[in-house]
């Protein structure tokens, strides 16, 4: 029974879509091994007792020196293996300019038609549909 209890308590990795000038931001994993040269949206794990969006703020910090601020939580979540949970969110760029850190090697801002030309990690996939729709949708 043990199994069927801790599904509850998956731990939350949030992911932001950063978008700017109807552009999508996409990093380029180093590590690890399994992810590496795979693309994500940029983020991190959420510390107990951490706010989603404090977590993405401060994750966004650390890895690309740059400060975003979240507008929207994009709808559902994604299994990471047995262990972890994908949130994303909508963000904007407010103070800096992105530059790939030690967990990336890249870094690109994508137009909606090419957000298919990169390997996005498995979890990341599902967003990627309602991410066009805003960057076509919003003139942002």
Do not use: Y
């Not at 990093?27 to 706010?51: F, I, M």
């Amino acid at each position: 029974m043990e199994d069927h209890h801790r599904i509850h308590t998956r731990s939350l990795v949030v992911g932001a879509a950063v978008v700017r000038d109807g552009r999508l931001l996409a990093a380029r994993r180093t590590n690890p091994p399994a992810a590496a040269g795979r693309w994500e949206l940029p983020g991190g794990k959420v510390d107990q007792g951490e706010r989603p969006d404090s977590a993405l703020v401060r994750e966004l910090a650390e890895e690309l020196g740059c400060k975003v601020e979240v507008d929207r939580w994009l709808d559902g979540e994604q299994p990471i293996g047995d262990t972890h949970v994908l949130r994303a969110a909508v963000c904007r760029l407010v103070d800096g300019e992105p530059v790939a850190g030690p967990d990336h090697d890249a870094l690109r801002w994508l137009a909606p038609a090419a957000l298919d030309d990169v390997d996005w990690l498995d979890p990341d996939r599902p967003f990627i549909p309602a991410l066009r729709d805003l960057l076509l949708g919003s003139g942002a």
